[in-house]
């Protein structure tokens, strides 16, 4: 066993540099607190604009102009700062010809994929590959190449082709519903072998797939809770790779999320009007006030409020929202959506709001301040999601003492206790949980949420177990290590 163990964790994206989702946030926590714990770990990133503009102190590593099938590009040394850790060593690919475009990382200002995507992500891949085997053109080798959803998917797949000695493979899936899937003919444009092309390996249902192939070809696989580990073992939430995932159970490992506690703090949160605590939580009640006046609601302290933050899609659940938004304010209560996605669904929930002024209001976009103030100044967090693989904003709520109405799937059953008369007498009590997913049962869990929320003493009291639970790295980064030294 090294003294030190090395991890090349190679993503899309990383916070707050490029997000599109959850993903962004595990790639700069994650490692900060595997880096804590003394893991050497460095980051691979895709050098889009964003990506070359936030990092500092780059220097070129290494010229990457022979890779065929491939256009040329450069290897820089970088620094980020991502938030409160500074300094983070990472690595970043400087290739105009792929990354150098406006609009989003995976689509342009439409909303249309890149047809390139085969190529761009290929070749963080490829990279990827290089850098965690003895053909390596830098000093710093890994033990461990930690590959992270279908982008970076194909690292274990080049290395398993690659005769010399190589770094293991994890492989974490984030959400298998997107799973990076090109025609046939990508093998040959990605300088795989036609070996590869069979259902022992990247074939997909006649095409090829980025996430198949991290998920055949590395040495272990995790995702972000072990709820959701075992749902992709079967239909629906399998999408197509059940039988692998089955297949290769004993080496599938579900481990929960952190979130960062330092960011998402209650008692030091910037964007809050009045700090507080579990100590002191008569202060929440001036960020629900600052919220309804934000958001254009009636501001009122005793109506109960109920806050959603989400991609406005079917996965969401924001449909069902919909459905039942009128039902919500007749209990009375208000509703603030903050969110965007769909077209029609975002329509939808502005007509809700024009239609109900004072009692629903929507936010179409994405504010991190906005976000902090919903999570403080809501009574209770909305989140109806079909399914979630682990979810972050039910874990923010219950710090923020905003207790999360979920459905139980994947991460969300893993890190919601329902609230009953027995979990509030046991102080485990953090939130509701409804199944199965329908309107009717949503709206059911809202009212029996209504009801404690006017029984002031349980409420307080649920609110306080939830502010206690430890949802900090600590244990999930502990856990990694584990995976990684078990493949050493």
């Known amino acids: 066993m090294p003294t030190q163990i090395r991890v090349l964790f190679i993503t899309p994206e990383v916070y707050p540099l490029c997000k599109t989702g959850g993903l962004g946030d595990v790639s700069a926590a994650l490692p900060a607190a595997l880096r804590d714990m003394q893991i050497d770990v460095r980051l691979l990133l895709p050098g889009y604009p964003q990506i070359m503009a936030g990092v500092k102190n780059k220097s070129k590593l290494a010229d990457f102009s022979y890779l065929a099938h491939f256009p040329p590009s450069t290897l820089l040394s970088v620094q980020l700062s991502l938030e409160r850790n500074e300094n983070i060593p990472a690595f970043v690919i400087d290739c105009p ?25 290929g070749l963080l891949s490829k990279i990827g590959a290089i850098l965690a085997s003895d053909a390596s053109p830098i000093a710093w080798q890994p033990h461990i190449a930690h590959c992270n959803d279908w982008q970076s998917g194909l690292t274990p797949a080049y290395l398993h082709f690659y005769a010399g000695q190589k770094a293991a493979t994890v492989m974490t899936i984030h959400n298998l519903a997107f799973q990076g899937v090109f025609p046939p003919g990508s093998i040959a444009q990605l300088g795989l072998p036609a070996s590869s092309f069979t259902i022992d390996g990247v074939e997909y249902y006649g095409n090829m797939s980025f996430l198949k192939a991290g998920l055949y070809y590395a040495d ?4 972000v809770s072990a709820n959701y580990a075992k749902e992709i073992q079967t239909e629906p939430l399998g999408f197509g790779l059940q039988g692998l995932l089955a297949a290769r159970h004993d080496r599938l490992t579900g481990i ?7 960011i998402w703090n209650p008692a030091t949160d910037p964007y809050l009007v009045k700090n507080y605590s579990n100590r002191k939580l008569s202060n929440k009640a001036a960020n ?9 609601l009636t501001v009122d302290a005793e109506i109960p409020l109920f806050g959603a933050i989400n991609r406005l899609s079917h ?13 919500l304010i007749k209990i009375p209560a208000q509703l603030a959506v903050i969110g965007s996605g769909d ?12 239609s109900h002024p004072g009692a629903i209001a929507v936010h179409i976009g994405f504010s991190e301040a906005l976000s902090h103030l919903t999570e403080a100044g809501a009574d209770c967090f909305l989140m109806p999601s079909r399914f979630e693989p682990c979810g972050l904003n039910q874990m923010y709520s219950q710090r923020y003492g905003t207790p999360p109405i979920v459905h139980a799937t994947g991460g969300l059953k893993d890190t919601v206790t329902d609230c009953t008369p027995e979990s509030i007498a046991d102080e485990s009590a953090s939130g509701f949980l409804f199944t199965p997913m329908t309107a009717d049962d949503l709206l059911s869990t809202i009212k029996r949420a209504v009801r404690i929320y006017h029984d ?27 995976i990684y030294r078990s493949l050493i």
């Open 315 to 327: 996965q969401k659940g924001t449909d069902l929202l919909i459905q039942l938004a009128p039902q």
């Open 256 to 262: 929960v999320n952190g979130i960062d506690t330092d």
């Open 288 to 296: 629900k006030t600052a919220l309804q006046q934000h958001m254009g």
């Open 220 to 223: 272990h696989i995790t995702t």
């Open 343 to 354: 077209a029609v669904l975002e329509h939808q929930l502005t007509a809700l709001a024009n």
């Open 456 to 482: 002031k003493k349980n409420w307080q009291r649920l609110q306080k177990n939830a502010m206690a639970k430890d949802f900090s790295w600590l244990i999930s980064a502990q856990a990694y290590r584990h």
């Open 97 to 121: 010809g792929l990354y150098e475009r406006d609009g989003g990382p995976y689509s342009d200002e439409f909303g249309r994929d890149w047809p390139d995507n085969a190529l761009r992500f």
